[in-house]
T-cell receptor
């Protein structure tokens, strides 16, 4: 079993849809959970960061972490064509620790 | 967040040659990381660049192939040596945030080996 599994995609939704992106993991030591957005031919951009279990909201984006189930999610409300990108989940176990990434899912939001 | 600049942004390289990628950060950071992202794949950590000491390499990556320098707290280089087509990837420099719990990336260096 891989340390981090991410839904493979690709995912195509109409504009305005609610998008749910998910990752599961196996390493109980992970405490820091991040979502990155990567546009084509660009470096990953940190979108959301969460420590331990719980929810975090930032505008149209909500990150959820359930450590008991080893499951994290990113929700995008009122999705826009500009949200079309690859989304990567990443996890770390300590400050300045290396990150383990999911494979990424490519999202396309149709106008 | 830190501003991270990488050079070159892209290059086409001949098989058997070596290329050095530079990473400049606009603030002093303790740890810098080098990742590789092969086509259609996720990011894999190559090594952690420590200022004043040898880099720490991940399993599957060796210093002879990927020598790293870290002369000060704002700069690092990664060399991809004796390149083959399998080395065609995006190479990304990253640094920890001020809290130490977040990681920021540069724009990446896109290498194609022919």
């Amino acid at each position: 079993q891989k340390e981090v599994e991410q839904d493979p995609g690709p995912l195509s939704v109409p504009e305005g849809a609610i998008v749910s992106l998910n990752c599961t993991y196996s390493n109980s030591a992970f405490q820091y959970f991040m979502w990155y957005r990567q546009y084509s031919r660009k470096g990953p951009e940190l979108l959301m960061y969460t420590y331990s279990s719980g929810n975090k909201e930032d505008g149209r984006f909500t990150a959820q972490v359930d450590k008991s189930s080893k499951y994290i999610s990113l929700f995008i409300r009122d999705s826009q064509p500009s949200d079309s990108a690859t989304y990567l989940c990443a996890m770390g176990s300590g400050a300045n620790s290396k990150l383990t990434f999911g494979k990424g899912i490519t999202l396309s939001v149709r106008p | 967040s830190a501003v991270i600049s990488q050079k070159p942004s892209r290059d086409i390289c001949q098989r058997g040659t070596s290329l050095t990628i530079q990473c400049q950060v606009d603030s002093q950071v303790t740890m810098m990381f080098w990742y590789r992202q092969q086509p259609g794949q996720s990011l894999t950590l190559i090594a952690t660049a420590n200022q004043g000491s040898e880099a720490t390499y991940e399993s599957g990556f060796v210093i002879d192939k990927f020598p790293i320098s870290r002369p000060n707290l704002t700069f690092s280089t990664l060399t991809v040596s004796n390149m083959s087509p399998e080395d065609s990837s995006i190479y990304l420099c990253s640094v920890g945030g001020s809290s130490g719990n977040t990681i920021y990336f540069g724009e990446g260096s896109w290498l194609t080996v022919v």
